[in-house]
């Protein structure tokens, strides 16, 4: 076993240069105070939900720099795996820091795969700006380029961390992130005046073959941001699966609850509703279905560590 371990870590090595190898030159371990939000709690600025502790690691970079950029990574529906750690080396091999945020283990969820009514996305988000928080008041990151990136579930509150209005209600005053990250982002809901945002850049990244979390979305979302002049792009990447950019099979089935058929929208009062049935979703409308895939692609997984450090050089005015 230890063999074939050794011979994928090699044969991973060859294929994405610079992911194995790059170490942190220092880790600190935070806890991150939030508080447990439904969807109506967070869209309605509403703060009272349970308060919750949760862990938040700290890589920064070996290289020397007297204030380090850093992004915040948002795990997916599966907690915190392979593909997030591999980021964190990338980043680091970059000169960036990298602020990984478990949102699951100190609320007691291992994975809400097959029942996302555990936590929502949105309640995410507002962890999300607490971790934003704590490292714009470290000494060694510079609070103007604190980026946020994330995975599917954790992809919404990247993705739409930039709203205006969701960072006047609930991130710490002063602050905002400077650029937002979304790998295969869940775009399926229209939120309120979501297009009236922070103004920092929006980059999504998605595979074109993804049948989880659909890309059409997610073109008519970064259509409607650049119709309202915001910096906003999609890329794509032919052929590619739902976590792409995630070592393992090929191609793989996905069991549980399938909403990316689902079209809903944000009403006054913080309701979301689908937008076929005129009522608020629910996980058993029929736009909802219980098959999909799964599948890594290293083409894509290349194509997309070059995108994202273009962009962060771009964004962070990083040396080459």
């Not at 105070?33 to 703060?47: E, I, R, Y």
């Not at 009062?269 to 629910?282: D, H, I, L, R």
């Amino acid at each position: 076993m230890q063999n074939i371990g050794l011979k994928f870590l090699l044969l991973l090595a060859l294929a994405l240069p610079g992911l194995v190898y790059a170490q942190a030159g220092r880790i600190e371990i935070y806890a991150v105070q939030s508080v447990t939000l439904s969807a109506q709690q967070f869209l309605t600025g509403d703060k009272n939900g349970k308060p919750v502790l949760l862990g938040g690691e700290l890589r920064l970079p070996a290289v020397n720099a007297d204030k380090y950029p850093a992004v915040v990574l948002l795990h997916g529906s599966g907690g915190v795996r392979n593909n997030v750690d591999l980021w964190t080396k990338e980043l680091n091999s970059m000169g960036v820091a990298a602020f990984i945020l478990d949102t699951f283990t100190g609320r007691g969820i291992v994975s809400t795969s097959l029942d996302q009514t555990q936590l929502h996305e949105l309640a995410m988000l507002y962890d999300a700006y607490r971790a934003l928080e704590i490292l714009a008041k470290h000494p060694r990151i510079d609070a103007s380029r604190i980026a946020v990136m994330g995975f599917s579930k954790g992809a919404v509150a990247a993705a739409y961390a930039g709203i205006a209005r969701f960072n006047k209600m609930h991130g710490a005053a002063g602050t905002a992130f400077a650029a937002h990250l979304g790998f295969y982002t869940p775009c399926n809901t229209t939120f309120i005046d979501e297009t009236v945002t922070t103004g920092k850049p929006v980059r999504l990244f998605h595979g074109a073959a993804d049948d989880l979390v659909q890309v059409g979305p997610c073109r008519a979302y970064v259509e409607r941001l650049r119709a309202a002049g915001r910096d906003a792009q999609l890329i794509e990447y032919p052929g590619a699966w739902h976590t792409f950019e995630s070592p393992g099979p090929t191609l793989t089935d996905r069991k549980g609850p399938n909403r990316g058929a689902c079209r809903n929208e944000e009403k006054p009062g913080g309701q979301v509703f689908n937008t076929e049935t005129g009522k608020p979703f629910a996980f058993d409308d029929r736009c909802v279905s219980h098959t999909a895939h799964l599948g890594y692609s290293p083409d894509a997984h290349a194509k997309s560590i070059r995108d994202v450090a273009r962009v962060l050089t771009e964004i962070f005015r990083l040396k080459n």
